[in-house]
């Protein structure tokens, strides 16, 4: 398992290593010149740019302040290594509420209630692994653990102004978002992705579905009923089990299970 690093503690800074961090999770500080780099380049873990051959010029220039801050705009990716990666979940753009995004698609810090599609994630994951429902009802909103496990928790939009949602979504990050999937949906290693919506669904063209499990569903919002409708020829969220379907394959595969719950 990855060196534990908790997003509400993660501070990234252009010159700034998180001493509990696994050394290969470095930031991409340096061009093949070797002259520093800043930006959104910069907070990428080194391991993730050499894995998906990502260039600084795959980065887009984000106007700040935008959520969520630098410093954890890349947590999903020091909080998990593509060695370590087994699952993907894809969600859109970060929330757009005051301190409510941190590097993690779906999750919030400890001290926040769940946004609606994440009261209905975690409503899945309990009727899926019949997990009593105070158990669920008591975990953390901060989905840490999952990142920690091998849960990649990835945007297919990093960032986005405040206030505003999907004001991002012009910017390019879907380009750089693509390059990891295609480089994780191409790689030898099995793993599952977990695509929820049409916005993720479309991402599945990057996959070699021969090496790896595809699990698709409408998105989990309860936003105009989505959570309970197909999406196309993807069924409802509600009832997918993907949880314990993902845990199975996984298993199957001769990979460690991931602990939800």
């Not at 252009?14 to 780099?37: E, I, L």
């Not at 370590?84 to 301190?99: A, K, L, W």
């Not at 089990?241 to 394959?249: D, G, L, T, V, Y």
């Amino acid at each position: 398992m990855e060196a534990m690093l908790n997003v509400r503690t993660l501070s990234v800074g252009a010159g700034d290593t998180p001493s509990n961090s696994a050394p290969t999770n470095s930031p991409c500080f340096q061009d093949r010149t070797g002259v520093r780099m800043g930006g959104n380049f910069a907070q990428m873990p080194k391991v993730w740019c050499e894995f998906a051959a990502l260039k600084p010029e795959d980065f887009p220039q984000i106007a700040e302040p935008a959520f969520p801050p630098p410093p954890s705009r890349f947590a999903a990716f020091h909080l998990t290594s593509p060695q370590n990666c087994r699952v993907v979940i894809v969600g859109q753009d970060p929330y757009h509420g005051p301190d409510q995004a941190q590097g993690l698609a779906f999750s919030v810090p400890l001290n926040l209630r769940a946004p609606p599609s994440l009261k209905n994630i975690l409503k899945e994951l309990a009727d899926d692994l019949q997990i009593p429902t105070q158990h669920t009802n008591s975990r953390p909103h901060d989905l840490t653990d999952w990142a920690q496990d091998g849960v990649l928790l990835l945007n297919t939009i990093l960032s986005v102004a405040p206030g505003a949602p999907a004001s991002h979504n012009k910017l390019g990050w879907q380009a750089h978002t693509a390059r990891i999937i295609r480089a994780l949906g191409h790689d030898r290693a099995p793993r599952v992705f977990m695509l929820w919506g049409a916005h993720a669904i479309a991402l599945r063209e990057h996959i070699a579905e021969q090496k790896h499990l595809v699990l698709t569903s409408s998105h989990p919002s309860p936003m105009g009923n989505a959570c309970r409708r197909p999406c196309g020829d993807a069924p409802a969220f509600f009832g997918s089990k993907q949880f314990s379907r993902a845990n199975a394959w996984l298993a199957a595969q001769g990979r460690e299970a991931i602990a939800w719950a």
